[in-house]
């Protein structure tokens, strides 16, 4: 069993293409099926920003492979990147 604050120090890989995506932001759960539905991480960096990091990223739970000691595996090799389209209004909040 583990504790939502210790997902939340563990990084984030994507085994798709090795990419550190960082620690968990946060967690979204259905309390009506009381199971974790999605992880939240925080946005890409910018390179030149006063505000930091853009809108968060979800991922859907089923994404995650392993929960490891200190690392959590994810697959994003099947999901569109919606940071390729700085249009689409969809980025409000990203979704892999």
């Given amino acids: 069993m ?39 991480m925080p946005g890409p960096s910018r390179l030149v920003s006063f505000f930091g990091r853009e809108e968060e990223v979800v991922i859907p739970w089923k994404k995650i492979k392993k929960i490891g000691m200190d690392v959590i595996l994810v697959d994003l090799r099947d999901v569109v990147d919606l940071n390729q389209d700085k249009n689409n209004p969809k980025n409000k909040e990203r979704l892999w």
């Fill in 2 to 40: 583990a504790r939502i604050s210790d997902l939340k120090v563990r990084e984030v890989v994507n085994i798709a293409d090795g990419r550190r995506l960082g620690p968990i932001k946060d967690i979204d759960i259905n309390l009506e099926q009381g199971c974790i539905t999605s992880i939240i």
